[in-house]
Nanobody, 126 residues
Framework: QVHVVESGGGLVQAGGSLRLSCAAS????????MAWFRQDPGKEREIVSG????????YYADSVKGRFTISRDNAKNTVYLQMDSLKPEDTAVYYC???????????????????WGQGTQVTVSS
């Protein structure tokens, strides 16, 4: 079982940066695929970025490539999402998710992730 708690959201101007953190607990964290999703009211939840258990493989949605960086520190049971060059369209609630099923691939499907945090609001003003 993995328990996750996000932090680091807030209000920032366009072009600014934020770093989200996801603190996880549980014996399976270090073998879990971790991901960040986001959801704007009235829209479907979408994957932003994912990282495999070792950190050696990552995935980014096209909309954030070159601007966001995902990383993890298994010694600290934490996953990070560094968000640079933020745009108003990045405004959403950001969720950290864990997939404890062992897999070689980073899934982009919501249903493959079995543990979720409560979310943290990111608001980018123009």
């Amino acid at each position: 079982q993995v328990h996750v708690v996000e932090s680091g959201g807030g209000l920032v101007q366009a072009g600014g940066s934020l770093r989200l953190s996801c603190a996880a607990s549980g014996p399976t964290f270090s073998s879990s695929t971790m991901a960040w999703f986001r959801q704007d009211p009235g829209k479907e939840r979408e994957i932003v970025s994912g990282i495999n258990w070792s950190g050696g493989s990552t995935y980014y949605a096209d909309s954030v490539k070159g601007r966001f960086t995902i990383s993890r520190d298994n010694a600290k049971n934490t996953v990070y999402l560094q968000m640079d060059s933020l745009k108003p369209e990045d405004t959403a609630v950001y969720y950290c998710a864990a997939r404890t099923e062992i897999s070689r691939y980073i899934s982009i499907r919501i249903y493959d992730y079995n543990y979720w945090g409560q979310g943290t609001q990111v608001t980018v003003s123009s």
